[in-house]
């Protein structure tokens, strides 16, 4: 009965404990500087879209100038005041001069959110030590080289603001996509550290790990072994409601999760039940995660020595139709398309 009544006193104090940090003033992204990696399609897009209306100032970047260019016009006409700065996330030059000239152009910088990403999708076999180095390029470096670029300007603020979209990936293995799981952990672990030490100097950082979500990602993620049959299950994947995440909701949840100053967040409730199966059961979750493995494409098709192409070039019959429509959709309202519009556009 003690250990029970000590279970109970301490539910108790934490509810009281979140219940007074939701009662205090949220953070606002109005008139605030806030910087967006990644953010020509997908969840970027989704995220700089809904910071647009809340009155952020955004400096937006990506590799593809052609891709950046058309999220900076429809984030202008959307009223938004946008900057758009061409950069690659693995270059620590490059990443200087996003912060750079997002402060030549506003002269602050409020809130960092590192989203920019890659996906590679395939079995262990076919993946060769130059997909290792480029999932952790981009993924884990490319975000330590924004936070490193941003952070003198960010304790100058003493209310500075960085989040990081890392994935339960980062938490809990999943088959067929190793150099992004590597990639991830070590982004969380990151993410996590800078926490603690950046708290000192008054900045808060939020660790993200949301489940798949529904950006339309399958369209532009990298694949390798039998191409067509690894696009047909991931695609499935990232278009089923059950098993996918809408943007949009994701988006909110992450930049409430910024506003509350919350530092470690899982989205979805699917994330939430394996990060804590895992963290209780570990051997028991890989050993599932094994058995899942046996159901997916053996090994084959392009291997350790291939690059990754884009899903949009091996879309099987099998992955078009009612399972991937939701998937689809995304992928044109968030430019995951290129060729093609997003809706009401």
Not at 81 to 88: G, H, Q, R
Not at 191 to 211: K, N, Q
Not at 280 to 285: D, E, K, Y
Not at 287 to 298: D, F, Y
Request: with cysteine; charged share 20%.
């Amino acid at each position: 009965m003690g250990v029970r009544r000590e279970w109970l006193w301490a539910a108790g104090a934490a509810g009281v404990l979140l219940g007074l940090r939701r009662a205090l003033p949220r953070y606002s992204f109005a008139g605030k500087v806030v910087v967006v990696t990644g953010a020509s399609r997908g969840l970027g897009l989704v995220l700089a879209r809904q910071l647009a209306r809340r009155g952020a100032k955004l400096a937006i970047c990506a590799r593809d100038g052609a891709e950046l260019e058309r999220a900076r016009a429809e984030l202008a006409g959307r009223g938004a005041d946008v900057l758009a700065v061409s950069c690659d996330v693995s270059d620590p030059a490059q990443t200087a001069a996003l912060v750079a000239q997002t402060l030549g152009r506003y002269g602050a910088l409020d809130v960092l959110i590192n989203n920019a990403g890659i996906i590679q999708v395939g079995p262990l076999e076919s993946m060769g030590l130059h997909d290792f180095r480029e999932a952790i390029e981009i993924n884990y470096f490319g975000m330590v080289h924004t936070t490193l670029a941003a952070l003198p300007h960010l304790r100058g603020r003493r209310r500075g603001r960085i989040v990081n979209i890392c994935s339960i990936g980062g938490a809990v293995p999943a088959p067929h996509l190793l150099p992004y799981v590597g990639s991830k952990y070590a982004a969380v672990g990151f993410s996590e550290g800078l926490s603690v030490e950046a708290a000192r100097d008054g900045i808060r950082v939020t660790t993200i790990l949301p489940f798949v979500m529904r950006t339309g990602s399958h369209w532009n993620a990298l694949f390798k072994g039998v191409r067509e049959k690894e696009v047909a299950w991931f695609a499935t994947l990232a278009s089923l409601p059950g098993s996918s995440l809408r943007a949009e909701r994701a988006a909110r949840r992450i930049l409430l999760a910024c506003e509350r100053g919350e530092t470690y967040v899982t989205v979805g409730i699917l994330a939430k039940v394996a990060r804590v199966a895992h963290g209780l059961a570990p051997g028991l979750v890989n050993r599932a995660a094994a058995l899942v493995n046996r159901l997916l494409p053996a090994p084959g098709g392009a291997g350790s020595g291939d690059f990754g192409e884009p899903g949009w070039l091996h879309r099987p019959p099998g992955a078009r139709g009612p399972l991937t429509r939701l998937g689809d959709e995304a992928a044109r309202n968030n430019r995951e398309v290129p060729w093609a519009p997003p809706a009401g556009s």
